[in-house]
């Protein structure tokens, strides 16, 4: 079965200082892989995704995510964060194949500091 | 242009008492789910919906049934409230095709008491 995890549940930051949130996930064919953010009170909104082609891609706000497939990662980066990325975020994976169940990972909680 | 409806916004319940969560979405996607977030766990999916006439259980089904009777609509049932089952709900639909993201609504708050 697929699973997704999330190392970091909290992770406190000044503005400013670069990020990156780890993620792995558990499934040996092909994979479409989302970062999603909830900001406070609000529902998930799509940050970015992978399908296939260029392991980087680049998301909303400056975020980007790089896969590395022979390391089971999807983690995601931003050289310089602000308060307003304070949110939580999450991590999912479906099969590639097909539209199936998405997989989320426990989520990490990002804190700014202004 | 909607997009992915839940209803109620909020919801208390006393236990033993059931309810159904509502959730309708104007896009013509094919898969509907629902998901439950709690604290520390992320989103854990519930049950599932390929299509109009198709339901499948997730990782935590128990205690919940769907149903789907057209594309538009995919509501979520509580037989039988439990202080367990108190929650953030919800719903998120895609295409079914290959290459595709889900679409959230703004979820439902449940408490049981």
């Known amino acids: 079965a697929q699973s997704v995890s999330q190392h970091n549940h909290h992770v406190i930051l000044s503005e400013a200082a670069s990020l990156e949130l780890g993620c792995n996930y558990s499934y040996g064919g092909t994979v479409n892989l989302f970062w999603y953010v909830q900001y406070p009170g609000q529902h998930l909104q799509l940050l970015l995704k992978?399908?296939?082609?260029?392991?980087l891609v680049k998301g909303i706000k400056g975020f980007e995510a790089e896969f590395i497939k022979s390391k089971f990662s999807f983690n995601l980066r931003k050289p310089s964060v602000q308060w307003s990325d304070t949110a939580e975020y999450f991590c999912a994976v479906n099969e590639g194949s097909s539209a199936s169940k998405i997989i989320f990972g426990s989520g990490t909680r990002l804190s700014i500091r202004p | 242009n909607a997009g992915v409806t839940q209803t109620p916004k909020f919801q208390v319940l006393k236990t033993g008492q059931s309810m159904t969560l509502q959730c309708a979405q104007d896009m013509n996607h094919e898969y509907m789910s629902w998901y439950r977030q709690d604290p520390g766990m992320g989103l854990r999916l519930i049950h599932y919906s390929v299509g109009a006439g198709i339901t499948d259980q997730g990782e935590v089904p128990n205690g919940y049934n769907v149903s789907r009777s057209t594309t538009e609509d995919f509501p979520l049932r509580l037989l039988s409230a439990a202080p367990s089952q108190t929650s953030v709900y919800f719903c998120a639909t895609s295409y079914r095709g290959p290459n595709t993201e889900a679409f959230f609504g703004q979820g439902t708050r449940l408490t049981v008491v």
């Open positions: 992978y399908f296939s082609g260029d392991p």
